[in-house]
């Protein structure tokens, strides 16, 4: 909070295309859910400040440079769809979730692809540093696929469309998204069960051990879920005609979406301060 007030401004993440949470539109401005969480966070941030203005500047980052970025202090919040792990909580910390998705497979339509299980032999599309990641090497030895890394969400689905590789792993709802960004969208599908059990929580990554920062950060978020902005805005962004291509993804939420929206609506504003306060007593 220190930093943000001497520097008068904020450093905010975002990615390329990971659409329909973060993205850049034709004019390189930041767009999308997680990006309109982080500018409805930014008043309430400013006012704990007691800052006549605060500006946001916008940073794009790639998956691989996340945490980097965050711990280096380049990024105070990486509004961006970020799945909450172990691994990269003992690096980072989160937010309060606002989102849920699933690992699942994209593929051509007519490829004959109904699951990972029929990928033997096939060369698999996966971005570096993301969870899918984790999920599909595991499940490598086993199926006998080869794996295609790519940098980030552009190069993979562009490894896709142009068929050297069969399908592409990544969370469901950013693989709809990804299919806006054709003028064909028809022409891919995505395909079988999730590769995992539980489901994807999506939260906002900030810097670890700042206990304050994040208690401004999830009061304002529980806000945002007691009014029903949070609804809002997901109707804006899942329901309604995306650029380039004016696609709708048509994407209601899912149950667990629901549930994750109606826990955080029980949650105290001031029981996150308290539970801050008491962090950095104990620090």
Known sequence: MERIRQRGRIELGYRQSAVPFSFADKHE???????????????????ELGLPQLDSVPVRVIEQMRAPL???????????????????AEQVAFSLPYYAAHVRLMVRRGSGIGSIDAM???????????????????RQAEIGFQLLMARDYDEAFHLLREQRGQALALDDVLLQGLRTTTKTPD??????????????YYALVLRKDDPAFKAVVDAALVELFRSGEMARLQGHWFQNPTPPYGVNLHMLPSPEVQALWEAARQK????SRRA????????
């Open 70 to 88: 965050v711990k280096g202090d380049a990024i105070d919040i990486d509004c961006a769809p970020s799945t909450l792990t172990p691994e990269r």
């Open 276 to 283: 801050s306060d008491q962090e950095s007593r104990q620090e």
């Open 187 to 200: 022409a891919f599908r995505v395909v079988g069960p999730p590769l995992a059990d539980t489901p994807e």
């Open 29 to 47: 401005q930041p767009q999308g859910l997680a990006w309109a969480l982080c500018q409805k966070i930014v008043p309430a941030i400013q006012r």
């Open 268 to 271: 105290s504003p001031q029981a």
């Open 120 to 138: 033997r032999g096939l060369r698999l599309v996966v971005v570096q540093g993301t969870t899918a990641e984790r999920l599909v090497r595991a």
